[in-house]
């Protein structure tokens, strides 16, 4: 596909799309495609706009249509290449007592793919870098995992439950994925579910009370 | 006290120590103090081993002397920090049912300090984006935590629990001290003893197999 034909395929710059299109989600998926190999392999700092358009094979224009800036291009890029396998596969499909293990095994089993755990250190270290990233993961959690989970199941105090939840998960991947610690590189997805699964479980449906 | 007095006091260079002298602990007291204050200000790069000597009043040869690169200065600087006041003080003192939550107390108790929480951000900043430095939490669970554990409790399986520990409290304080999630910093260290305490326990003590 030329630029041209991708570029044909947008809404015209200046004026917003008046209900989704099959050729504007398409150009979205290639520029967030591009983006993710481009913020993996570059990092952050390294990473432009023009770049990510050149790679998609879409006009720069486009990507600035789209994302008001180079955090928000991250930010979503990050949201698109994580929530359908993880959220909407793993999170909110089966019953609720069995959410947390769910949700290690599905987190896991996505990030331990081949591709996917190279990403996810690439990503961390952009973030972890810099400070306009430390967004993306509030923004994630609220945006992304909060309304679904709160549409699937009863959760009190969702926001601080969730907040715990992606604590011990961020924690877990940053030394599988990261450090690489021993400790925690040799157990596979199904050890983790059974080890990590009854804290997820805990922190999203038990007693976080005082005890 | 000057860079001759400070200088004086170590052992000639070449020439191991035959014993530990009070004045070569102050002279490696003095280089730690300045390295964690430059490793946290200016991150891993822009820190170099002269700027620490001269921080620290102490002639350059000496920190070579004690210290092999920038890297051993970086991992003994955040030992010589973290290991008196968390580890020996709440860890290994006290019943071993409460370790879990002693723990959790002693870690953020520690870190919450107005200075710590900057120097846990900057420190992990530094430590994200240098590979090298990766080795740092391998080596501080497996020679300062691992041992001590191990003479005060028994532990079957310590490496494996210690690494699950690990992953929980940093992925804690990351969101606590870098990413600043409101649902984890609205928290107060009792409050987190409280949710994370029994999360620590089991991973110490609990059952851990397929379940």
Do not use: C
Request: aromatic share 8%; net charge neutral; charged share 20%.
């Amino acid at each position: 596909m030329t630029e041209g034909q991708r570029a044909d395929s947008a809404p015209p710059r200046g004026r917003r799309p008046s209900g989704r299109r099959p050729s504007g989600a398409d150009t979205r998926a290639a520029i967030f495609e591009a983006a993710r190999g481009e913020f993996a392999a570059k990092g952050f700092d390294a990473t432009s706009m023009r770049g990510v358009a050149k790679i998609a094979g879409v006009d720069p224009a486009l990507v600035h249509h789209y994302f008001a800036g180079k955090v928000e291009l991250f930010t979503e890029t990050i949201v698109a290449y994580v929530t359908p396998a993880v959220v909407v596969g793993a999170m909110v499909t089966g019953p609720r007592e069995e959410l947390g293990r769910r949700l290690v095994t599905g987190f896991f089993g996505f990030w331990d793919g081949p591709d996917a755990r190279e990403t996810f250190a690439a990503l961390f270290r952009s973030a972890a870098t810099n400070p306009a990233l430390e967004a993306v993961i509030p923004a994630f959690l609220g945006r992304e995992i909060l309304p679904r989970l709160q549409a699937a199941y009863e959760i009190d105090h969702a926001e601080h439950r969730i907040g715990m939840v992606a604590a011990q998960l961020i924690g877990l991947a940053l030394m599988r994925y990261v450090v690489r610690l021993p400790a925690v590189t040799a157990m596979s997805v199904a050890e983790l579910a059974s080890v990590v699964g009854p804290t997820m479980q805990r922190y999203l449906t038990g007693d976080l009370g005082p005890g």
